[in-house]
């Protein structure tokens, strides 16, 4: 799959979580469609929000060809890790010089959005396969009420214009050492003057709550959902966005490492009295 | 649901992502309910392999009282992160001192499978609500070939007195200042004498692949998968479970912050223009 353009150009691979009808995907697909790098797509076939990290081993994957405002590419029957697994390892005739994800319909701040989020979890499978990559999401509220269909257009639109020259960047410089990804988060409006801040990820930005309802026969059901907190410190990406109206980019590192800690030799003290507790 | 215990008593949360018949979840609570604890558990209804941090906010959980091994607790129409959600939010009566995770039938070494495991992402998800907890998880494998059925229960028995004793540990400690949760890999049988290795996950422990094949319709289906590679660095878990047989202890931080990198000054000037384009 090369979009039927030369084998010179570098290519970029468009994901998301929210499927092929996403007016996101149809923004970021145009920003990035303007001859100077080749575009393709591979979208999950409906949407996948809160999916995570998930991948598809028991069953077998479809994929089907699409086109979507003049780029060719796929719609797939699994997860948006999927689709960029399938994307590197089958569909394509060369390694991506980019993955873009998004442009999300929702933000994806703070740590409780990130593990949870399809988006970041296209950016993140890219990251694992060593392709450098970026997560795009927006936020789509105003005071907790829904934006109407015509802003949230025009913030995708103004949106993918950064999503687009983010991932041209990618293209050009790879990412700085230490970097594997980047969480990039757009408000609905960008303040004026736009400003972009470098950020880190807020670590609570929801109070979680389930709440239980009684279905017609008596029996309970749950549902789980996060009541957004404010507050947030400055230099996070809820703060950057929310407080601040700003463009937040935030580079992630994948390694999850913990610095040594002279209480986890206790704990390896502990354990190693199990094994001997038994002779 | 307090399992019928004292109030007084530390209450320890079991999940897992192999739902309720696994055998490791089942020597993971006869571990754990020796008197010293109150122990329950909440479970996917079945197997959730590879459902990474998924969270189900677009329709409503069930959750079913059962018990299994004189263990009174709950399987969930959801995804291991669901379980210790609707756990800590409503099902259970105080907050757990520690959420144990597991015995995965399956080692998770390795950040492609730490990333994507559901057994992981139960224990995150604790982490992310400010329960310390541990994923536990075991080699099913020697070369390539799946254990027999009583070698796999003796080594959950074996690795079973590991992890309660951890769990203890963190219910009497917590966790050290920068480590958010263990990850715990024990192999099918731990090398005399038994030693535990305080270790770092491994970065590339599989080589992705996707096979493609065709239905007898003659259209396409493709399966995702990974051969596993060998070699791997000392001070990984990987290593410390396929290489030395030892337990291995991996301390995860899930801040994800990168630090700064003079790399990203130049992005961010970049797109601060794209704002100005505009003007």
Redesign the interface.
């Known amino acids: 799959m090369s979009n039927g353009e030369g084998e010179g150009r570098p290519l970029v691979l468009v994901s998301n979580d929210d499927g092929p009808e996403s007016p996101g995907l149809r923004a970021l697909l145009e920003a990035l469609n303007d001859g100077r790098v080749d575009v393709t797509f591979i979208v999950p076939e409906g ?1 996948r ?10 069953k ?4 089907w060809e699409r086109e979507i405002s003049g780029v060719r590419g796929y719609v797939v029957s ?2 948006p ?2 689709c960029v ?2 994307g590197r ?2 569909l394509l005739d060369r390694t991506p010089c980019a993955v873009a994800s998004g442009i999300n319909i929702g933000d994806n701040t703070g ?2 959005d ?3 989020s399809g988006t970041v ?1 296209a950016a ?1 499978q890219a990251a ?2 060593g392709i450098p990559s970026s997560a795009f999401s927006m936020m789509v509220e105003r005071d907790g009420i829904m934006a109407g269909e015509r802003e949230m257009l025009e913030g995708f639109a103004e949106a993918s ?2 999503a687009a ?2 991932t041209r ?1 990618i293209c050009e ?1 790879g ?6 990804l ?1 969480n990039v988060n757009f408000p609905l409006r ?1 303040a004026e ?4 801040e ?1 950020t ?2 807020v ?1 609570r930005k929801y109070e ?3 709440v ?2 009684m279905d017609p026969r008596g ?7 996060g009541r957004r907190l404010g507050g947030y410190s400055e230099g996070t990406d809820a703060w950057a966005v929310y407080t601040r109206g700003a ?1 937040s ?1 935030t ?18 003290a ?3 009295s ?3 507790a038994k002779d």
């Not at 003057?193 to 972009?196: G, N, S």
């Not at 992630?252 to 390896?268: F, K, T, V, W």
């Open positions: 949407p929000s809160s999916s995570g990290m998930s991948l598809t081993f028991h077998p994957l479809r994929a699994g997860s890790a999927d697994m399938l390892l089958r740590l409780q990130i593990y949870a979890a993140l694992l396969l214009r950064y020259e983010a960047w410089h990412l700085p050492e230490g970097v594997h980047l960008i003057p736009a400003t972009v470098l880190r990820p670590r979680n709550n389930v239980e309802r029996f309970p059901y749950y549902w789980v959902w463009v980019v580079p992630l590192n994948i390694d999850l490492a913990s610095p040594g800690s002279p209480g986890m030799d206790d704990l390896r502990r354990l190693e199990v094994g001997r």
